[in-house]
């Protein structure tokens, strides 16, 4: 059964605008932390300030580019998912060491990296999904709806012949012209009155 494309459009914004905002909590969260992380080992603000950002760059940078090999119905490339993987442990690693030592404050600081994490896997497998099940779906055929088409090259050169010799074969090329955009040959089409006209005179 495949399902209301609207129906997926519309599923797949709510999904798109729920990991944004997640996006932006854990972006927010992990630059506090990772700020404060590298202030604690002796960076100075500035490499405080960048250090964060880097790390959420790479996120960022290969986030896209696995979003964009699922979009054409692959998973991405190893470097991509390395740096997903890498970029998320550390902003992962800098939430939990700068949190308070019992369990509840490791999970508490570790809780947004963890559910941007599993949402971006989840709208990853829904464009996955969605992708494999339009290249299932047998091709429309193509319909003229009234419309002429264009002619081809055989067509053009037989109507340029027939144009210039002239004469009285208005109605000949008439029917050839017919047969061949009917796709039909034009010998085929002017056997009938040939045979036609043979069976008169025998009668």
């Excluded at 250090?51 to 696995?66: F, H, K, R, Y």
């Excluded at 991509?80 to 800098?94: C, D, M, P, R």
């Excluded at 050169?157 to 027939?162: G, H, N, P, R, T």
């Excluded at 012209?177 to 089409?189: E, F, K, T």
Aim: aromatic share 4%; net charge positive; with cysteine.
């Amino acid at each position: 059964m495949v399902p209301n494309s609207l129906t997926v459009r519309r599923i797949q914004r709510t999904t798109i605008a729920c990991v944004a905002l997640l996006a932006v909590i854990a972006a927010v969260v992990s630059f506090r932390h990772m700020h404060e992380l590298c202030l604690r080992h002796g960076e100075d603000h500035l490499a405080a300030v960048l250090i964060p950002l880097a790390v959420d760059g790479i996120i960022v940078v290969a986030s896209m580019s696995i979003l964009l090999a699922n979009r054409y119905g692959s998973r991405g490339g190893a470097l991509a998912w390395t740096l997903l993987v890498v970029g998320s442990l550390a902003s992962l690693g800098a939430n939990v060491a700068v949190a308070e030592p019992g369990l509840i404050g490791r999970v508490i600081a570790a809780w947004p990296s963890i559910a941007l994490i599993g949402s971006y896997e989840l709208l990853m497998s829904q464009i996955r999904r969605v992708s494999w099940n339009t290249e299932r779906q047998p091709p429309e055929p193509q319909q003229d709806g009234g419309r002429s088409r264009k002619m081809s090259v055989p067509e053009k050169a037989w109507w340029s012949c027939i144009g210039r010799r002239g004469g009285g074969r208005g109605r000949t090329a008439d029917r050839t012209g017919r047969s061949l955009r009917d796709g039909r040959s034009p010998n085929a089409s002017s056997a009938a009155p040939a045979g036609a006209a043979g069976s008169n005179e025998q009668a």
